[in-house]
Protein backbone atom coordinates (compact mmCIF):
# COMPACT_ATOMS: atom_id res chain seq x y z
CA UNK A 1 0.00 0.00 0.00
CA UNK A 2 1.46 3.51 -1.07
CA UNK A 3 2.31 5.66 1.43
CA UNK A 4 -0.19 8.98 1.73
CA UNK A 5 1.08 12.19 1.41
CA UNK A 6 2.34 14.03 4.16
CA UNK A 7 0.94 17.66 4.41
CA UNK A 8 2.42 20.00 6.83
CA UNK A 9 0.32 22.84 7.95
CA UNK A 10 2.30 26.24 8.60
CA UNK A 11 -0.72 28.70 10.84
CA UNK A 12 0.47 32.12 11.60
CA UNK A 13 -1.66 32.74 14.67
CA UNK A 14 -1.55 36.43 14.06
CA UNK A 15 -3.85 36.59 10.31
CA UNK A 16 -7.17 37.05 9.89
CA UNK A 17 -9.80 39.30 11.81
CA UNK A 18 -10.83 36.84 13.88
CA UNK A 19 -8.19 35.17 15.95
CA UNK A 20 -10.40 33.34 18.52
CA UNK A 21 -10.93 30.63 16.06
CA UNK A 22 -9.38 26.84 16.62
CA UNK A 23 -8.04 26.44 13.81
CA UNK A 24 -5.90 22.97 14.70
CA UNK A 25 -9.32 21.78 15.86
CA UNK A 26 -11.24 22.83 12.62
CA UNK A 27 -8.38 21.25 10.37
CA UNK A 28 -8.20 18.28 12.85
CA UNK A 29 -12.16 18.17 12.19
CA UNK A 30 -12.69 18.53 8.36
CA UNK A 31 -9.33 16.70 7.29
CA UNK A 32 -9.60 13.72 5.26
CA UNK A 33 -7.21 11.51 7.34
CA UNK A 34 -7.34 8.36 5.29
CA UNK A 35 -6.09 10.17 1.99
CA UNK A 36 -3.17 12.17 3.98
CA UNK A 37 -0.99 12.56 7.16
CA UNK A 38 -0.23 15.73 8.08
CA UNK A 39 1.50 18.02 10.84
CA UNK A 40 0.71 21.56 12.50
CA UNK A 41 3.28 23.95 12.81
CA UNK A 42 3.41 27.56 13.64
CA UNK A 43 4.86 30.62 12.89
CA UNK A 44 6.78 32.78 15.61
CA UNK A 45 7.87 36.04 13.69
CA UNK A 46 8.23 37.72 10.67
CA UNK A 47 9.65 35.65 8.50
CA UNK A 48 9.64 32.68 10.21
CA UNK A 49 7.24 30.90 7.58
CA UNK A 50 9.73 30.40 5.06
CA UNK A 51 12.11 28.90 7.32
CA UNK A 52 9.95 26.70 8.29
CA UNK A 53 8.57 25.56 5.14
CA UNK A 54 12.41 25.02 3.59
CA UNK A 55 12.53 22.90 6.49
CA UNK A 56 9.14 20.90 5.71
CA UNK A 57 10.49 20.50 2.70
CA UNK A 58 13.89 18.63 3.22
CA UNK A 59 11.69 16.46 5.46
CA UNK A 60 10.03 15.50 2.17
CA UNK A 61 6.41 16.81 2.86
CA UNK A 62 4.37 16.63 -0.29
CA UNK A 63 2.71 20.08 0.54
CA UNK A 64 3.55 22.58 3.34
CA UNK A 65 -0.34 24.82 3.33
CA UNK A 66 -0.05 28.27 4.28
CA UNK A 67 -2.48 28.92 6.75
CA UNK A 68 -3.15 33.21 6.84
CA UNK A 69 -2.62 35.78 4.71
CA UNK A 70 -0.96 36.87 1.55
CA UNK A 71 1.58 37.66 3.91
CA UNK A 72 1.87 34.28 5.09
CA UNK A 73 1.47 32.43 1.08
CA UNK A 74 4.42 35.16 0.16
CA UNK A 75 6.94 33.52 3.23
CA UNK A 76 5.58 29.77 2.72
CA UNK A 77 5.90 30.77 -1.37
CA UNK A 78 9.61 31.74 -1.33
CA UNK A 79 10.34 28.83 1.22
CA UNK A 80 9.29 26.74 -1.19
CA UNK A 81 11.42 27.64 -4.52
CA UNK A 82 13.46 25.38 -6.06
CA UNK A 83 12.05 22.17 -4.41
CA UNK A 84 9.87 19.58 -5.27
CA UNK A 85 6.84 20.22 -2.67
CA UNK A 86 4.26 22.62 -3.52
CA UNK A 87 2.00 25.21 -1.65
CA UNK A 88 -1.17 24.69 -0.70
CA UNK A 89 -3.15 27.57 1.12
CA UNK A 90 -5.62 27.85 4.01
CA UNK A 91 -7.07 31.53 3.49
CA UNK A 92 -7.40 33.62 6.51
CA UNK A 93 -5.85 36.96 5.75
CA UNK A 94 -7.37 40.39 4.93
CA UNK A 95 -6.85 40.51 0.92
CA UNK A 96 -6.53 36.75 0.04
CA UNK A 97 -5.56 37.44 -3.69
CA UNK A 98 -3.90 34.39 -4.53
CA UNK A 99 -5.86 31.99 -3.31
CA UNK A 100 -8.94 34.43 -4.91
CA UNK A 101 -7.19 34.22 -8.04
CA UNK A 102 -6.16 30.34 -7.89
CA UNK A 103 -9.79 29.81 -6.56
CA UNK A 104 -9.33 28.18 -3.82
CA UNK A 105 -12.12 28.25 -0.92
CA UNK A 106 -12.40 31.13 1.39
CA UNK A 107 -14.33 28.54 3.71
CA UNK A 108 -11.26 27.14 5.76
CA UNK A 109 -13.62 23.73 6.21
CA UNK A 110 -13.85 23.97 2.20
CA UNK A 111 -10.07 24.60 1.70
CA UNK A 112 -9.23 21.75 4.19
CA UNK A 113 -10.73 19.40 2.26
CA UNK A 114 -9.60 20.91 -1.17
CA UNK A 115 -6.17 20.40 0.27
CA UNK A 116 -6.73 16.73 0.85
CA UNK A 117 -7.26 15.77 -2.69
CA UNK A 118 -5.83 18.82 -4.47
CA UNK A 119 -4.89 19.43 -8.09
CA UNK A 120 -1.79 20.19 -8.92
CA UNK A 121 -0.17 22.76 -11.42
CA UNK A 122 3.26 25.14 -11.37
CA UNK A 123 2.65 29.64 -11.43
CA UNK A 124 4.89 32.09 -11.98
CA UNK A 125 6.62 33.73 -9.99
CA UNK A 126 7.85 37.63 -10.19
CA UNK A 127 11.15 39.14 -8.85
CA UNK A 128 11.39 42.69 -7.63
CA UNK A 129 14.90 43.90 -6.50
CA UNK A 130 15.57 40.00 -5.69
CA UNK A 131 11.89 39.79 -3.72
CA UNK A 132 9.91 37.25 -5.12
CA UNK A 133 6.12 37.46 -5.39
CA UNK A 134 3.39 35.53 -6.45
CA UNK A 135 0.42 37.68 -6.83
CA UNK A 136 1.29 41.42 -7.12
CA UNK A 137 4.45 43.81 -6.41
CA UNK A 138 3.97 47.67 -6.79
CA UNK A 139 5.45 51.35 -6.43
CA UNK A 140 4.05 53.98 -5.28
CA UNK A 141 0.50 54.80 -3.84
CA UNK A 142 -0.42 50.99 -2.71
CA UNK A 143 2.84 50.78 -1.32
CA UNK A 144 2.77 53.52 0.34
CA UNK A 145 -0.84 52.73 1.39
CA UNK A 146 0.62 49.18 2.46
CA UNK A 147 2.89 50.75 4.80
CA UNK A 148 0.51 52.83 6.63
CA UNK A 149 -1.96 50.12 6.70
CA UNK A 150 0.73 47.39 8.93
CA UNK A 151 0.73 50.37 11.31
CA UNK A 152 -3.16 50.82 11.62
CA UNK A 153 -3.74 48.65 14.55
CA UNK A 154 -6.40 46.30 12.96
CA UNK A 155 -7.08 44.28 9.82
CA UNK A 156 -9.88 44.18 7.21
CA UNK A 157 -11.43 45.52 4.15
CA UNK A 158 -12.88 48.60 6.40
CA UNK A 159 -9.63 49.51 7.58
CA UNK A 160 -7.64 49.40 4.22
CA UNK A 161 -10.18 51.90 3.04
CA UNK A 162 -9.94 54.06 5.36
CA UNK A 163 -6.17 54.55 5.08
CA UNK A 164 -6.43 54.61 1.38
CA UNK A 165 -8.99 57.49 1.94
CA UNK A 166 -7.05 59.32 4.01
CA UNK A 167 -3.36 58.73 2.59
CA UNK A 168 -4.88 59.97 -0.95
CA UNK A 169 -4.98 63.74 -0.05
CA UNK A 170 -1.53 63.95 0.47
CA UNK A 171 0.41 61.67 -1.70
CA UNK A 172 1.56 62.94 -4.83
CA UNK A 173 3.10 61.52 -7.91
CA UNK A 174 7.03 60.50 -8.79
CA UNK A 175 8.82 60.94 -11.92
CA UNK A 176 10.19 57.75 -13.43
CA UNK A 177 11.72 55.97 -16.45
CA UNK A 178 10.42 53.16 -17.04
CA UNK A 179 11.98 50.50 -19.49
CA UNK A 180 10.36 47.45 -21.16
CA UNK A 181 10.07 45.45 -24.33
CA UNK A 182 12.85 47.72 -25.82
CA UNK A 183 11.19 50.78 -25.16
CA UNK A 184 12.21 54.01 -21.92
CA UNK A 185 8.85 55.37 -21.00
CA UNK A 186 9.51 58.94 -18.75
CA UNK A 187 6.48 59.53 -16.81
CA UNK A 188 4.41 60.47 -14.27
CA UNK A 189 4.07 57.43 -10.96
CA UNK A 190 1.24 57.23 -8.49
CA UNK A 191 0.44 53.52 -9.34
CA UNK A 192 3.87 51.05 -10.96
CA UNK A 193 1.71 47.66 -10.10
CA UNK A 194 2.97 44.58 -11.40
CA UNK A 195 0.81 41.70 -11.52
CA UNK A 196 1.42 38.25 -11.81
CA UNK A 197 -2.34 37.62 -10.77
CA UNK A 198 -5.39 39.23 -11.67
CA UNK A 199 -6.21 41.29 -8.17
CA UNK A 200 -4.82 42.57 -5.40
CA UNK A 201 -6.82 40.37 -2.86
CA UNK A 202 -10.68 41.61 -1.73
CA UNK A 203 -11.84 41.32 -5.79
CA UNK A 204 -10.02 44.71 -6.31
CA UNK A 205 -8.86 43.21 -9.95
CA UNK A 206 -5.58 45.53 -10.70
CA UNK A 207 -4.77 43.96 -13.72
CA UNK A 208 -8.29 41.30 -14.73
CA UNK A 209 -6.32 39.57 -17.97
CA UNK A 210 -3.08 38.78 -16.07
CA UNK A 211 -2.60 34.85 -16.70
CA UNK A 212 -0.50 33.45 -13.83
CA UNK A 213 0.78 30.44 -16.16
CA UNK A 214 1.68 33.15 -19.16
CA UNK A 215 5.51 33.72 -18.77
CA UNK A 216 4.57 37.62 -18.02
CA UNK A 217 3.69 39.94 -15.83
CA UNK A 218 0.62 42.62 -16.62
CA UNK A 219 2.36 46.15 -16.06
CA UNK A 220 -0.32 48.98 -15.13
CA UNK A 221 0.51 52.38 -14.81
CA UNK A 222 -1.47 55.18 -13.11
CA UNK A 223 0.80 58.23 -13.63
CA UNK A 224 -1.90 60.73 -11.57
CA UNK A 225 -5.05 60.51 -9.88
CA UNK A 226 -7.41 63.43 -9.89
CA UNK A 227 -10.58 63.13 -8.47
CA UNK A 228 -12.35 62.22 -11.53
CA UNK A 229 -9.67 59.31 -12.49
CA UNK A 230 -9.44 58.12 -8.67
CA UNK A 231 -13.31 56.89 -8.78
CA UNK A 232 -13.14 55.61 -12.36
CA UNK A 233 -9.92 53.53 -11.29
CA UNK A 234 -11.96 52.61 -7.96
CA UNK A 235 -14.95 51.28 -10.13
CA UNK A 236 -12.54 49.64 -12.23
CA UNK A 237 -10.78 47.85 -9.61
CA UNK A 238 -14.20 46.74 -8.83
CA UNK A 239 -16.05 45.46 -11.33
CA UNK A 240 -12.85 44.29 -13.54
CA UNK A 241 -13.05 46.33 -16.19
CA UNK A 242 -9.72 48.63 -15.31
CA UNK A 243 -8.38 48.43 -18.96
CA UNK A 244 -11.41 49.75 -21.01
CA UNK A 245 -11.82 52.43 -18.22
CA UNK A 246 -8.92 54.23 -19.71
CA UNK A 247 -8.17 55.06 -16.46
CA UNK A 248 -4.73 53.03 -16.59
CA UNK A 249 -2.11 52.48 -18.98
CA UNK A 250 -1.23 48.13 -19.40
CA UNK A 251 1.79 46.78 -21.10
CA UNK A 252 2.92 42.86 -20.41
CA UNK A 253 6.57 42.11 -20.57
CA UNK A 254 8.71 39.91 -18.37
CA UNK A 255 11.43 41.94 -17.79
CA UNK A 256 10.86 45.62 -16.70
CA UNK A 257 13.48 48.62 -15.18
CA UNK A 258 12.27 51.42 -13.47
CA UNK A 259 14.71 54.60 -12.52
CA UNK A 260 12.91 57.10 -10.29
CA UNK A 261 13.70 60.86 -9.84
CA UNK A 262 13.00 60.26 -5.43
CA UNK A 263 12.72 57.01 -3.25
CA UNK A 264 9.59 55.36 -3.82
CA UNK A 265 8.23 52.85 -1.27
CA UNK A 266 7.42 49.20 -2.48
CA UNK A 267 5.63 46.26 -1.54
CA UNK A 268 5.28 42.87 -2.50
CA UNK A 269 1.66 40.83 -1.99
CA UNK A 270 0.75 43.73 0.02
CA UNK A 271 3.33 43.49 2.28
CA UNK A 272 5.42 47.19 2.53
CA UNK A 273 9.55 45.79 1.89
CA UNK A 274 11.17 49.77 1.74
CA UNK A 275 12.48 52.41 -0.70
CA UNK A 276 14.49 52.65 -3.43
CA UNK A 277 15.66 54.81 -6.37
CA UNK A 278 16.06 51.31 -9.08
CA UNK A 279 13.91 48.77 -9.70
CA UNK A 280 14.61 45.45 -11.68
CA UNK A 281 11.63 43.44 -12.46
CA UNK A 282 11.37 40.09 -13.62
CA UNK A 283 9.08 37.01 -14.05
CA UNK A 284 10.53 33.21 -14.12
CA UNK A 285 8.00 31.01 -15.82
CA UNK A 286 6.39 28.09 -13.66
CA UNK A 287 8.75 27.99 -10.92
CA UNK A 288 6.50 27.36 -8.06
CA UNK A 289 3.95 24.05 -7.87
CA UNK A 290 0.81 24.78 -5.82
CA UNK A 291 -2.49 23.30 -4.66
CA UNK A 292 -5.53 23.91 -6.01
Given at each position: MPAKPRLCFLINPKSGTDRRQDVPALIARHLDHAAV?????????AGHAEALARQAAAEGFRTVVAVGGDGTVNEVGRGLLGTATALGILPRGSGNGLARHLQIPLSL??????????????????HINGHAF????????????????????????????????????HYRPTAVMVTLNGQTLQTDCYVL???????????????PLADIRDGLLDVCLIDALPFGRAVRVGLGLALGNLPAS???????????????????????????????????????????????
Open positions: DHEIRFTQHPAAVQRVCRPTFQRIDVGFCTAGLGFDAHVSRHFAQAGTRGLSTYVKVALREYRAFANAAQYGNNAYIAGAAIFHTSNHIHVQTAAPLGFHIDGDYVGEAHDFEVALTPLALEVAT
